[in-house]
């Protein structure tokens, strides 16, 4: 397997997009990507888009709007996971040889499906039984509180924390200050989850140009390399064992240390699936950032703030920058590279070198989750 | 009105019949011993074939719960749902049934109930399980 660089990051400003199609959000993004790489429209042999709700070929729809047709293009949906799954099939194609230059993009439009309509799918049995995903996490959230005793203004300081990282960043939904009381006395939406503990309805794109590393510097002057890129699914039993502990996150986490071959304490940056700010805790503890039952106590202690130990979400995560669904592991990953790159405005973390990007995405009966992805990218 | 719910169950093959009265189907695998709602053909764990069926007991444990205050496709808000464990582990997704000013904690006992759960566009009802709280000086297994 050869080595993989990603030379070229876009995205669209996160946020609602009533007025703009499919094919025109996710043309900015891929044209914003394709000219940060420096790579020629030419040059691209693979095209591979990520989407969840916008139907058939939407890859080949935005691509002919840039202008490039004709070559390999896929069309992946994975749910949340949408957009790193695509970055994980280019990331493939090029570490194995199959091409030197492909393209990975996701991009949703959520305000097409009007409010809460994000649901799993008519024929799944718990959708019908009334499951919805902020219920789904309340569920988890109730015991979690229960079996670690974290408190409520625990919770709603990932919110506070996110939303502040939001600031700062131009292409986020949400650039606006909030209070830990703001976050639980908003409106209750699945208790105890509050409004201002959920993602928001967001439409978007983000792209990312991948190339093979030896023909990186070809292209562009700061390569950021692909450390570890792995795909997993949620297991059937999840469900009969501990919902406090995301197994699957930890399982494609520990995947992805060993084929970086580097430890929870090597990393200096990470964006998460934090969709409702209960899940960023849980996530630290998966991921190896802190003990098990101490993600409350390690958001209060400042450690994943800006300037913290690691800082976690300095782009405002899902919570502030917003959730268009197949946009959202794509733009975390442009977040990294940025990072890494030294180009991450007011929100960069001083001498990061390596970062790693997590989502979870989807709602099956039975599984914990359809899809998990960890990436793990570093300087080259 | 037993007839008009058998016959509007929404999925006839995640209940089984036992002495007269409506249960869950589970399935449980005759080679290692797993059980899974809903049921399934294939063990997940040991991929033996041709699981066979299991009624669920109709009393549980509430293993966590909340109130939804956002409409679902079948369900009005304010509503509760919960997960409710069963023998050997298997925990079911459902709505919680309760009288006004009714709590429900962690570990309490619920019951299994077969009832009409929501209306069709067409009008026609649909039935099947939710559960409620296990109350005091009922007699188990009643309904």
Sequence with gaps: ?380 | MEKELRESLFDKNLFIEVDDTIRLRGSECPNCGRRFFPPKVRCPECFRASLGSVALETKGILYSYTTVYIPSRNFRPPYRVGYVEFDKGVRVFGQIRTREGETLSIGSAVKTVIDFLWNKSDGGRVSGYLFEPAREGQISGEK
Excluded at chain 1, 67 to 94: D, K, L, Q
Excluded at chain 1, 120 to 145: H, K, Q, S, V
Excluded at chain 1, 152 to 173: D, I, S, T, W, Y
Excluded at chain 1, 289 to 317: L, W
Aim: net charge negative.
């Design chain 1, 1 to 380: 397997m050869r080595e993989v660089a990603v030379i070229g990051v876009g995205s669209t400003v996160f946020g609602k997009w009533k007025e703009l199609s499919l094919e025109e959000l996710g043309r900015r993004a891929v044209e914003a990507a394709l000219e940060d790489s420096g790579v020629s429209y030419d040059k691209v042999q693979l095209a591979c888009c990520a989407n969840v709700y916008g139907g058939m070929c939407l890859g080949q729809s935005v691509m002919k709007e840039v202008g490039i047709t004709r070559v390999e293009m896929m069309n992946v949906e994975n749910a949340c996971a949408s957009g790193s799954s695509a970055f994980n099939i280019v990331y493939r194609a090029i570490a194995s040889g199959e091409c030197d230059v492909g393209l990975a993009f996701g991009v949703e439009k959520m305000t097409a499906l009007g409010p809460a309509q994000l649901a799993p799918p008519e024929t799944d049995l718990d959708a019908n039984m009334g499951l919805l995903f902020p219920a789904f996490f309340a569920l988890i959230m109730r015991r979690y509180l229960d079996r670690y005793g974290v408190t409520m203004e625990q919770v709603a300081q990932v919110a506070v924390k996110n939303r502040h990282h939001g600031c700062l960043n131009p292409n986020a939904q949400y650039k606006n200050e909030i209070s830990i009381s703001d976050v639980l006395s908003s409106r209750m939406i699945a208790d105890p989850i509050t409004m201002l503990q959920c993602c928001p309805n967001t439409d978007g794109a983000a792209a990312t140009v991948l190339c093979a590393a030896d023909l990186a510097n070809k292209y562009c002057s700061k390569p950021v390399l692909v450390a570890a890129s792995v795909v997993a699914s949620g297991d059937y039993q999840w469900r009969q064992r501990d919902i406090t502990f995301s197994d699957m996150t930890y399982r494609t986490a520990q995947k992805a240390y060993d084929l970086a071959e580097m430890k929870p304490e090597d990393i200096d940056v990470c964006e998460l699936h934090d969709a409702f700010a209960v899940n960023e805790l849980m996530h630290y503890e998966e991921l190896g950032f802190c003990d098990v039952g101490e993600g409350g106590r390690f958001v209060e202690s400042g450690a994943t703030s800006m300037g913290g130990k690691i800082p976690v979400n300095v782009s405002g995560g899902l919570l502030s920058k917003g959730h268009p669904l197949a946009a959202t592991g794509v733009a975390q990953l442009a977040e990294i590279v940025w990072q890494l790159r030294d180009e991450a405005g007011q929100r960069q973390v001083k001498g990061a070198k390596v970062g790693l990007a997590h989502v979870l995405g989807g709602a099956v009966t039975g599984l914990e989750s359809g899809a998990c992805t960890v990436h793990i990218l570093k300087r080259g």
